[in-house]
């Protein structure tokens, strides 16, 4: 089994292989964006709980799929086969998961605070305190961690010669906050569903 030094051998999975950032995505980005301000400012309530549910779903789909079935597969493959699953798998998550991220935690709070979730009384509120606890969290993960993370691992995969010893860590690293994400996000499902039968 080679290591994870052989991450640095030139080959067909090198960096003239691997797809550069897609600028398009940025472009979905802020579409996404523009949908959630459009349902905030409607104050269209089945609108903007679509946008949430929807946002909300998609985010913990692929935080749990990466983290308990992508994350394994990963550390199990070659290391070139593990390159060139990143350097392609990188730049299609880039934007989606901060976008995901930035648009249900938003359309979440505008719809707790239309159904009046803020303003009620303890020991009700804390199931609200603990969702925006949450949602804290695994926001400030999500932008000044992964995002970060995912970013240097892809460019250091870029390289002609990358350190493959760096991004093993980096990967480590990346894939224990990923299960901690997904941890986080079955307890928010569980909070979401204390909402919806009433509380």
Known sequence: MPTDQAIAAPGADG???APAINLLYLGWSLAAVAVMVA???????????????????LWTGIDLFMGFVVGPILRRLDPGVRRAVITRL????LFLMP????????SGWFLAEQLGYFDLPMP????????????VV??????????????????ELRKPQPDGARVARLMRFYIFVVASQGVMQVAMVVIMARFSAGL
């Open 15 to 17: 960096p003239a292989d």
């Open 39 to 57: 349902a905030i400012v409607s104050a269209d309530r089945w609108f903007l709980e679509f946008v949430h549910v929807f946002s909300a779903i």
């Open 90 to 93: 990188v730049p299609r998550t």
């Open 99 to 106: 976008t995901l991220a930035i648009v249900g935690g938003t």
């Open 124 to 135: 009700y509120l804390w199931w609200v305190i603990a969702a925006v606890a949450i949602l």
């Open 138 to 155: 695994l926001t400030v993960q999500g932008l000044g961690i992964l995002l970060p993370t995912n970013l240097r691992v892809y460019l």
